[in-house]
């Protein structure tokens, strides 16, 4: 618990072999009762962060109805944590641009993730991937299980 609130911990990863190519994503939702829930899923033509990014969505969007407003996010991805904690605003204000003029990529996904993020207090934290994190390992397990499944 974080000052005495209830909050839910989302691990997320993606994955992709080849960049593009098959990819997966994988979350590991963690309740305040201790309870686990891993989903997972994958995409035939990807790249990485758009599964980087995917996690993360369908992590929140795991998460429906729940009375649950407090969030800690875990995401191996400098792409997802720099995103959305420095640059999606500026790309908001630029029309999703970025300062050179071209378009944002990813802009579906990163949309999607702003409006879903606009419900939650979320604590955003980046872990080294393919490190001793059980959350982050198992996630990655579970993103390459989502590419399996294509």
């Known amino acids: 618990m974080i000052n005495n609130i209830k909050y839910v911990e989302l691990w997320t990863d993606g994955a992709c072999k080849g960049n593009p190519g098959i990819g997966g994503w994988g979350v590991v939702v963690k309740w305040p009762d201790g309870r686990e829930d891993n989903i997972y899923g994958?995409?035939?033509?990807?790249?990485?962060n758009r599964m980087e990014l995917l996690a993360v969505i369908n992590g929140l969007k795991k998460l429906g109805s729940s009375n649950y407003l407090?969030?800690?996010?875990?995401?191996?991805?400098?792409?997802?944590m720099n995103g959305i904690t420095?640059?999606?605003?500026?790309?908001?204000?630029?029309?999703?641009?970025?300062?050179?003029?071209?378009?944002?990529?990813?802009?579906d996904l990163w949309e999607s993730l702003d409006k879903?993020?606009?419900?939650?207090?979320?604590?955003?934290?980046?872990?080294?991937?393919?490190?001793?994190?059980?959350?982050?390992?198992?996630?990655?397990?579970l993103a390459n299980m989502g590419v399996e499944t294509i």
């Not at 994958?42 to 990485?48: L, R």
């Not at 969030?71 to 792409?79: A, E």
């Not at 640059?87 to 990529?105: C, R």
């Open 86 to 107: 420095k640059w999606i605003n500026g790309w908001k204000h630029k029309g999703w641009k970025l300062s050179n003029g071209k378009d944002v990529k990813n802009k």
């Open 116 to 141: 879903l993020s606009e419900n939650y207090n979320i604590n955003w934290n980046w872990v080294k991937g393919h490190s001793d994190n059980y959350g982050n390992n198992k996630a990655d397990k």
């Open 70 to 80: 407090d969030i800690v996010i875990y995401t191996d991805s400098q792409y997802v």
């Open 42 to 48: 994958g995409e035939s033509k990807t790249t990485n």
